[in-house]
């Protein structure tokens, strides 16, 4: 998928923020990953099938 690199950085961007205790920071960047997945769904409904929220809390823990 062509935007897989936007999630990758978003993710790394949270758990970056979240390891050096920037709470807020991790929070808004969850609202643009969350954000990014719904504007990519937007653009390809294929992706709907192999792109969710859930992937990139997943991602996360």
Do not use: C, G
Request: proline content about 2%.
């Amino acid at each position: 998928m062509k935007h897989d690199w936007l999630i990758s950085v978003l993710v790394d961007l949270i758990k970056f923020a979240d390891s050096n205790n920037f709470p807020m920071l991790a929070q808004q960047l969850e609202y643009a990953s969350i954000q990014a997945v719904s504007e990519i769904v937007r653009q390809d409904n294929d992706t709907l099938e192999t792109l969710s929220v859930a992937d990139i809390r997943d991602t996360l823990e």
